[in-house]
């Protein structure tokens, strides 16, 4: 595997790369899945509502508070729910699923085995930032998992109302940590995500961290920290 020289600056993505969804979904914890059963959401109306649903958060994404986005996930739900009339869900259980979403950080997100190891390693020999599709929940569940701390900077979707691999995502990125874009990486798990940064003159890298990644045509692949070690020029 080929190194890439003169790296200052490492963007990591979040979801997928550095922590993950015990329940396997972003938008359904375990606790959820009481009340959404999985196989009922599995159903043509249930998927038509919940892609709807979905449509709609992403037109309102640029939000300031947790409280905003409680409100948006508490919509969604009940527009799922809606689509499920037969689960009987009142409003108290809608609130106890959006409650759960926006606010349970110790039973709904995990970090992978290797996540902090990487951190450490990476530590002070780069400047490190986020690059991330997120919600302002986010903050409080970094610093509750202890990980804030490892960056310099952050680039959240919420903030600017747009998603990667939207360039604006990749142009904040940049000018927060004040590098020019050769000398930096990203690692995501996505490859669509990559070649926007790849754009932007970012040099581009795939993390194989969850079950199911495939290779990206141009762009190296790692796997966790000897990898990117080994990727970099150190």
């Given at each position: 595997m080929e190194k890439?020289?003169?790296?200052k600056?490492?963007?990591?993505?979040?979801?997928?790369?550095l922590?993950?969804p015990?329940s396997?979904?972003?938008m359904?914890?375990e606790?959820?899945?009481?009340?959404?059963p999985?196989?009922r959401?599995q159903e043509?109306?249930?998927?038509?509502?919940?892609?709807r649903?979905s449509?709609?958060l992403d037109?309102h994404?640029?939000?300031?508070t947790v409280?905003?986005?409680?409100?948006q996930?508490?919509?969604?739900?009940?527009?799922?729910a809606?689509?499920?009339?037969?689960?009987?869900?009142?409003?108290?259980d809608?609130?106890i699923v959006t409650e759960?979403?926006?606010y349970?950080k110790?039973d709904n997100?995990r970090?992978?085995?290797s996540t902090l190891d990487?951190?450490e390693a990476?530590r002070?020999?780069y400047?490190?930032g986020i690059?991330?599709?997120t919600?302002?929940?986010i903050?409080?569940?970094?610093?509750y998992l202890?990980?804030?701390?490892?960056?310099?900077c952050?680039?959240?979707?919420?903030e600017l109302?747009a998603f990667?691999?939207?360039?604006?995502m990749?142009?904040?990125?940049?000018?927060k940590m004040?590098l020019p874009?050769?000398n930096?990486?990203f690692?995501d798990d996505?490859?669509?995500?990559?070649?926007g940064?790849?754009e932007a003159g970012?040099?581009?890298?795939?993390?194989?961290?969850m079950p199911?990644?495939?290779?990206?045509?141009g762009i190296p692949?790692?796997?966790?920290?000897?990898?990117?070690?080994?990727?970099?020029?150190?």
């Amino acid at each position: 595997m080929e190194k890439l020289h003169n790296i200052k600056g490492i963007f990591f993505d979040l979801g997928g790369t550095l922590i993950y969804p015990p329940s396997g979904s972003w938008m359904f914890s375990e606790l959820a899945y009481r009340y959404f059963p999985k196989e009922r959401l599995q159903e043509p109306g249930p998927q038509k509502a919940m892609s709807r649903a979905s449509r709609e958060l992403d037109g309102h994404h640029l939000l300031h508070t947790v409280e905003e986005e409680y409100e948006q996930f508490y919509g969604y739900y009940k527009a799922v729910a809606k689509a499920l009339p037969e689960l009987g869900l009142t409003g108290d259980d809608l609130r106890i699923v959006t409650e759960d979403k926006v606010y349970n950080k110790a039973d709904n997100y995990r970090m992978f085995d290797s996540t902090l190891d990487t951190l450490e390693a990476v530590r002070g020999r780069y400047r490190l930032g986020i690059i991330s599709d997120t919600w302002p929940s986010i903050v409080p569940l970094l610093e509750y998992l202890g990980i804030l701390k490892y960056f310099d900077c952050a680039t959240f979707s919420f903030e600017l109302g747009a998603f990667k691999p939207d360039r604006r995502m990749y142009e904040d990125a940049l000018a927060k940590m004040g590098l020019p874009a050769e000398n930096t990486v990203f690692v995501d798990d996505s490859a669509r995500n990559l070649y926007g940064a790849q754009e932007a003159g970012i040099n581009p890298v795939l993390i194989r961290a969850m079950p199911g990644i495939g290779l990206a045509e141009g762009i190296p692949d790692i796997d966790r920290i000897s990898g990117i070690l080994g990727l970099l020029d150190v």
